[in-house]
């Protein structure tokens, strides 16, 4: 018996359909609190990110399905310290995210070396701002290209990897043990 035959015979009965009514409002506010739990859950919590590319190789492979958790930051961005793997809005295109390491932080100094052998330049990562690199030099798209980060585009720090393997993501420069 379909919702309708149902509603119809309930209304017949003299129950004016309100087994069906009542149905359709539990289920729609069991609907709304799982909506609730799983938005404060992804934005003021945890979050799911899909690693592509070769940047972050060797700390991620870059081939097949690498997935991270991170840890949202919303309005917390200030808590970013050099040597974490944050994810944040790629500043060139703001409908896309990276997922780069933090290797400096307000006030640190960054040298940067031409490609073409010039004389290095050194720049000051200035206030609400981060410098951000891949782990694969050679193959990275990051803050050496286009320059300093602000904090507000910071979205989450990773805190593990789930896909392919689990792995801890701690904290640390490229060079550090």
């Known amino acids: 018996m379909g919702w309708w035959a149902a509603a119809a015979a309930g209304a017949a009965a003299g129950k004016g359909g309100q087994g069906t009514a009542a149905t359709l409002r539990k289920w729609t506010a069991r609907g709304a609190k799982t909506a609730a739990v799983l ?3 992804f934005n003021y919590v945890a979050f799911f990110s899909q690693i592509n590319g070769p940047s972050m190789f060797p700390t991620f492979s870059g081939r097949g399905w690498n997935v991270v958790v991170a840890e949202a930051l919303p309005g917390m961005q200030d808590r970013v310290a050099a040597g974490d793997v944050v994810i944040c809005i790629r500043p060139v295109n ?4 990276v997922i780069k390491r933090v ?16 004389a290095p330049t050194t720049l000051e990562v200035p206030t ?11 193959m990275s798209r990051d803050s050496r290209e286009y320059g300093p980060v602000p904090l507000a585009m910071v979205k989450g720090r990773v805190v593990c990897q789930i896909l392919p393997n689990y792995k801890w993501v701690p904290p640390r420069l490229p060079g550090q043990p």
């Open 103 to 118: 290797t400096a932080v307000a006030g640190q100094r960054v040298t940067l070396f031409t490609r073409g052998g010039g």
């Open 94 to 97: 703001a409908r896309e995210n």
């Open 128 to 138: 609400g701002h981060i410098w951000l690199q891949g782990d694969n030099l050679i």
């Open 39 to 41: 938005h404060v859950t």
